[in-house]
């Protein structure tokens, strides 16, 4: 079985990559797994805990093989305005839900919830089904380095810097 031990991030145009792993949201958020490549090859994925998966990600095994990250279709709710107040509002009462976000011009997608999906109507937002590639924001932190990790203990309050 193919062992896919490294990740690179999004690849150019330039790049070759071997095979293809179509993966959800929920799965691109785990660091050890076990897959189908495209071409109907198994391989296992691990990466060090934690590790996250992106569309356009890059997988590297030992022996070379490249494989791409696609971010598979799926059942997702997307919430739509062109008033900038409201949707300022639904992403603020969604993001402090803490739930995964993927946001446009005018438009906010989530994984599919009933009971969001009320909440955002009742702030004045269509709300629509729909089967797409779910990216979500990667978070502020995403790339920096602050010589310690994020963390969401609330244990430590305003103490710690974190504020809700």
Known sequence: MLELIAKAGAESVDDVVDDTVVLPYALRQKSRQ???LASGRE????LAPGSHLHDGDRLHAADGTAVRVTAATEAVSTARTDEPLRFARACYHLG?????L???????RYQPDHVLDDMVRGLGLTVAPETV???PERGA???Q????????????GVADGHHH
């Open 145 to 156: 380095s602050h010589g310690r990790a994020h963390s969401h203990s609330h244990a430590h």
């Open 34 to 36: 076990r897959v189908q």
């Open 133 to 135: 590639a779910f990216e």
């Open 102 to 108: 993927q946001i446009g011009a005018g438009w906010v």
């Open 43 to 46: 391989a296992a994925i691990l």
């Open 141 to 143: 932190y995403h790339g």
């Open 96 to 100: 402090n839900r803490h739930v995964p």
